[in-house]
């Protein structure tokens, strides 16, 4: 008797015919993978072009030699006062990685007290909260920027943070409430009959099984405030204190466009979220699956 998937007369495992539809799935995923990919090739062969090189008969052509001048035009300009990404991506970070992890702590605490410690109303705030994701940023330019001017943190990356992280909060709140709805109440349950407080069940319980859900919260509000634009365009105005989307823009140019300049200048503001997405990939999917966005 032949054991299955082995071929009867040479004794071999047996080859498997391609199934046609899965060839032809592959087929059109790699067309639209080959499709996403373009902008990024042409940013990058663009990128290591001289800019006699750089005109759009040769936008598809590899770089006769490859020239990193660019990307150090990008980061600080040969013209004086010609801008440069190099001061946007320290303040970026600087901006960034305080809102990121201060409005992560601050939906995980509001996550545990609506899902785990429920009171009269909780709903009902919950809701409110969430209403904060729908306002549009257009509709409270005005009276932020008077705020932040009023309390003197108008023009500054500690006003541009905090703005991130009071916005932020909803989503925070929303992914953390249902990512802990999947844990079961009877732990809970269990440490509040053995005497336990909020605080020490947040802290000996809740956080520790909380790092799918800071890894999938760090990732979302870390891509979208480092390629946020419309506030850090309106909410600083001095080089010192403009976060790297606004110096990219500034590197266009007004009399002539460095086009080899400005890819480079791309690349290198798109490199840390394209980082905390490849090293936190696989915890990212983790944390998916266990819950951190269901409805």
Do not use: C
């Not at 995980?108 to 409110?128: E, P, Q, Y």
């Not at 823009?249 to 007004?254: T, Y």
């Amino acid at each position: 008797m032949t054991a299955p998937g082995v071929s009867a007369s040479t004794g071999r495992p047996a080859r498997r015919r391609p199934n046609p539809r899965r060839v032809l799935l592959y087929v059109v995923l790699g067309a639209f993978a080959v499709l996403f990919l373009l902008p990024a090739y042409v940013a990058v062969v663009g990128s290591l072009k001289s800019l006699r090189e750089v005109n759009t008969t040769s936008i598809w052509s590899l770089p006769a030699s490859f020239d990193l001048q660019a990307w150090v035009d990008a980061l600080r300009p040969p013209l004086i006062n010609s801008g440069g990404i190099g001061a946007g991506l320290y303040n970026s970070l600087v901006m960034t990685i305080p809102a990121v992890v201060l409005s992560s702590a601050w939906g995980s605490i509001n996550g545990f007290v609506l899902s785990k410690w429920r009171f009269r109303g909780a709903d009902t705030l919950f809701a409110v909260l969430l209403f904060g994701m729908f306002i549009p940023y257009q509709a409270i330019l005005i009276p932020l920027v008077n705020l932040l001017q009023q309390l003197h943190l108008y023009d500054s990356l500690a006003g541009l943070a905090i703005t991130h992280i009071v916005y932020g909060i909803p989503i925070t709140t929303l992914i953390f409430r249902n990512y802990y709805a999947s844990i079961p109440g009877d732990l809970v349950e269990a440490a509040k009959v053995d005497g336990a407080g909020i605080v020490s069940i947040y802290r000996r319980i809740i956080l520790p099984l909380s790092v799918p859900g800071f890894v999938v919260v760090g990732i979302w509000q870390f891509t979208n405030i480092w390629n946020e634009f419309l506030f850090a365009v309106t909410l600083t105005s001095s080089p010192a204190s403009q976060p790297v989307t606004v110096a990219l823009q500034n590197l266009a140019g007004s009399f002539a466009a460095l086009y080899n300049v400005q890819m480079a200048g791309a690349i290198m503001s798109a490199l840390p979220t394209l980082a905390v997405y490849v090293l936190l990939s696989r915890y990212f999917i983790r944390g998916l699956l266990a819950g951190s966005l269901k409805g």
